[in-house]
């Protein structure tokens, strides 16, 4: 059984960092790619990061590019959001997920190519 848990949400002010943590059960990252997602209530769900497993490379949403950075930690199983020079507009509820397998081209970037999904944590930015 998959289960994702997210921490290390909280308020900060504009400029801040924080570093979000998602620790997995029932999976290993040697198969599996993992992604970060964002909601504002009343909006879709927004891609921010993603790694593949195939071969390490990284993938970033373009609001997010050069101020945030996804790794993992394989000995701990737990996938990290490294958040750096927030903005408000970065104020969202952060979802870690779980895409099984290879995938290719754009498909890391879409909400329906994850399986798994965690139960979110919030980040509130304030100007």
């Known amino acids: 059984q998959v289960q994702l848990v997210e921490s290390g949400g909280g308020l900060v002010q504009a400029g801040g960092s924080l570093r979000l943590s998602c620790a997995a059960s029932?999976?290993?990252?040697?198969?599996?790619?993992m992604g970060w997602f964002r909601q504002v209530p009343g909006k879709e769900r927004e891609f921010v990061a993603a790694?593949?497993?195939?071969?390490?490379?990284?993938v970033y949403g373009d609001s997010v590019t050069g101020r945030f950075t996804i790794s993992i930690d394989n000995a701990k199983n737990t996938v990290y959001l490294q958040m750096n020079n927030l903005k408000p507009e970065d104020t969202a509820i952060y979802y870690c997920?779980?895409?099984?397998?290879?995938?290719?081209?754009?498909?890391?970037?879409?909400?329906?190519?994850?399986?798994?999904w965690g139960q979110g944590t919030q980040v509130t930015v304030s100007s």
């Open positions: 997920a779980v895409r099984r397998g290879l995938v290719g081209g754009q498909g890391i970037r879409a909400e329906s190519s994850y399986n798994y």
């Open positions: 029932g999976l290993t990252f040697s198969s599996n790619n």
């Open positions: 790694r593949r497993w195939s071969d390490s490379s990284t």
